[in-house]
Structures are given as C-alpha cells and as structure tokens.
C-alpha cells in the first residue's frame, strides 16, 4: 500500500557513525515501497557556543523553508509515547489530515523551545536519552513497522 503524503526527517548536522548510515539506507530502502521519504541533514555549526546558542542555532536550521501546510512533530524525550500498534494508527491519522509531515531531531542538547512550540506533536522514542544519530534509526525502523502493520503485512509480530 502506498501512501500519497510526503515524510521529511530533518536532523541538525551529518550523520557521522558508519553504521547509523548503513541502518539509513537500510530502512529509507524499504520505507520508498510505501512513501516519499526525505532526509535532509541541515547544516548547523556549533563550535564553541553554549547550549542555548547551539540549540537556537540548531532551530534556525530546522525550521528555515518549512512549509505551513506541513506537520511538525518534534522527536522529544517528554512527549507522547506510543506502542508500535499506537504509533501505526497515529500515523495513519495524521497521514489523512495532512500532505506533509516533518519529524525534527534535536543534536545534543535537545530541541529548542521556540521548536516545541512550534510542534503540532511531540513524540517520545523512549524515556531514556538518545543520540541524535540513533534516534534517527530507531524512528526509520518504526515507521517502517507502522507502514507494514498498516498495510496487513506481517513484519510486525
């Protein structure tokens, strides 16, 4: 089953261990048989700036070209959690209502306020602290098991 709306993933900087890369390819490989994805590593330096500054930085890159009629949804350790069967119907909802979703990852020190508020959801992978990079792959590999339970297949057991 395809799906017609668009997936941007925007993260602040590259991506930078080998094997996040790999599990990318991987996971963007298998996530084009069900939608339009778009990974857009955006430029945003930091050397030699405080949190805020960095976080403010990191918001500026993020947010810059976003279009209004996209959703945005902030990948933050304080928002909604969702089992995978949760998170399958979510995105399905969300898919109905708008052309373009764009799931933003926070670098180091997380995501800026101005970017929560922007937000029209906030999504928590897990309670724990993750990496900008591993954070990247945990959400590919939900997404691609939310298109698989959507579309009656069986990756999701």
Known sequence: MRFPAKIYIRLPGRLKF??????????????KHYIKLE?????????????????????????????PSTKLIALDERGKS????????????????APKLCFVIGGAFGLAEEVLLKAD????LSHMTLNHEL???VLLEQLYRAFTILSGEPYHK
Not at 18 to 31: A, K, M, N
Not at 85 to 97: S, V
């Open 121 to 124: 959801h906030r999504l928590s």
């Open 18 to 31: 080998p094997f996040v890369r790999e599990g990318v390819q991987f996971y963007t490989s298998r996530l």
């Open 39 to 67: 990974l857009e590593e955006r430029k945003a330096p930091s050397k030699g700036k405080e949190a805020e500054m960095i976080k403010q930085t990191e918001a500026r890159a993020l947010l810059s070209g976003l279009d």
């Open 135 to 137: 954070a990247l792959l």
């Open 82 to 97: 969702f089992g995978s069967l949760e998170f399958a119907q979510f995105l399905r909802k969300t898919l109905e209502t």
